[in-house]
């Protein structure tokens, strides 16, 4: 079995010329979804991790499964306005605009070591968000994982530059 097989990709959506690729079909069968999940962690093994935090929305997904199979914590880092507690807010720029993550203030305690995870890496702005406000908060981000990566985007190398090790399941190039 291979994941990116278990990938559907949609052409023209959201808009003309987009190659959407669409992890709900990998969730939706059991082995290739358990298999993204023990391939997500692989990397990390016998590390200690404290805490796995994920991008919304896809990224609640995996998060919550690999923090279930860590038995460890789950943080949620959502778009601007969707947490209801005092939380911490970190911008940035996306091609057509600007976009904000959000992180509850009391999410994670200094020292704590943070698996971040998303079910894809473009431009890996809204992962270089998570990161800063996982790192503001006091925690350290062990490592980040993604099923896809889109390498002509560039985020990859962004992330990496942050000092942060990324591991990916598949890349599609933009085919």
């Given at each position: 079995?291979n994941?990116r097989?278990?990938?559907?990709?949609?052409?023209?959506?959201?808009?003309?010329?987009?190659?959407?690729?669409?992890?709900?079909?990998?969730?939706?069968?059991?082995?290739?979804?358990?298999?993204a999940?023990d391939?997500?962690l692989?990397p990390?093994a016998?590390?200690?991790?404290?805490?796995?935090?994920?991008l919304?929305a896809?990224?609640?997904i995996?998060?919550?499964?690999?923090?279930?199979?860590?038995?460890?914590g789950f943080?949620?880092?959502r778009?601007?306005?969707?947490?209801?507690?005092?939380?911490?807010?970190?911008?940035?720029?996306?091609?057509?605009g600007?976009a904000t993550?959000?992180?509850?203030e009391?999410?994670?305690?200094?020292?704590?070591?943070?698996?971040?995870?998303?079910?894809?890496?473009?431009t890996g702005?809204?992962?270089?968000?998570g990161?800063?406000?996982i790192?503001?908060?006091g925690?350290?981000?062990?490592?980040?994982s993604?099923?896809?990566?889109?390498?002509?985007?560039?985020?990859?190398?962004r992330?990496e530059?942050?000092d942060?090790?990324?591991?990916?399941?598949?890349?599609?190039?933009g085919?």
């Amino acid at each position: 079995m291979n994941i990116r097989d278990s990938i559907r990709t949609i052409p023209d959506f959201p808009k003309p010329g987009i190659q959407f690729r669409d992890v709900t079909t990998l969730f939706g069968d059991a082995q290739a979804f358990r298999m993204a999940i023990d391939q997500l962690l692989h990397p990390y093994a016998g590390d200690r991790i404290d805490k796995v935090a994920a991008l919304e929305a896809r990224g609640f997904i995996m998060g919550g499964a690999i923090a279930h199979q860590l038995s460890v914590g789950f943080v949620p880092i959502r778009k601007s306005g969707k947490l209801p507690g005092p939380r911490m807010s970190e911008s940035y720029t996306l091609e057509y605009g600007e976009a904000t993550m959000e992180l509850h203030e009391d999410a994670l305690k200094p020292g704590e070591r943070v698996l971040l995870v998303d079910d894809l890496i473009a431009t890996g702005g809204t992962c270089e968000a998570g990161i800063k406000l996982i790192r503001r908060a006091g925690a350290k981000v062990i490592g980040s994982s993604f099923i896809i990566d889109l390498p002509a985007l560039g985020g990859r190398a962004r992330i990496e530059a942050l000092d942060v090790p990324v591991n990916i399941l598949c890349e599609f190039d933009g085919d």
